[in-house]
């Protein structure tokens, strides 16, 4: 991959960010017992901040970056880690950012009219955490080599290019 332009590098640059803040709640959170509040929200920030970079941001004729990056612009991306961010980007839409009724169903009894819930819980999901981890820091690291080729390229090229 190589970056083409600032906002391009802009883009990786927050995205930079967004995966460091990603491995140091998972970091936080795998070192915990699974039944809090504290791990609950740890991993729903670990889910917030690895899929932003994937999802669209700034838009329009005077955005400063790139609207989001591609999982297809990182090499070595295996079909499991592949599955991981798709499952990651499916938990982010449907049950984290949005309330979908299929990850929060309720339901009246008719007869009772009691209702009956199930909150989602990441702690509860087949999210492997620790593949997640280390996901994130192989694109935490491809980020930094795409900045570092870019700004060599400049170097070389000279400061109007």
Not at 50 to 78: H, M, V, W
Request: charged share 30%; with cysteine.
């Amino acid at each position: 991959m190589t970056v083409r332009n600032d906002q391009e590098l802009n883009r990786y640059s927050i995205s930079v960010r967004d995966f460091e803040k990603t491995i140091e709640f998972l970091k936080e959170a795998l070192g915990k017992s699974s039944c809090s509040v504290i791990i609950e929200s740890l991993l729903m920030s670990t889910i917030i901040c690895y899929c932003r970079p994937f999802s669209s941001n700034e838009r329009g004729k005077g955005a400063k970056a790139t609207s989001k990056i591609q999982l297809e612009s990182f090499s070595d991306i295996t079909e499991s880690e592949r599955t991981l961010h798709e499952k990651c980007m499916a938990v982010r839409n449907k049950a984290i950012a949005h309330a979908e009724w299929t990850n929060n169903p309720t339901k009246r009894d008719s007869e009772t009219n009691v209702i009956c819930s199930r909150a989602y819980s990441l702690t509860s999901d087949q999210i492997d955490w620790q593949a997640l981890l280390t996901l994130t820091d192989k694109l935490r690291k491809q980020c930094h080599n795409f900045r570092a080729d870019f700004l060599m390229k400049k170097r070389l090229l000279g400061p109007y290019n």
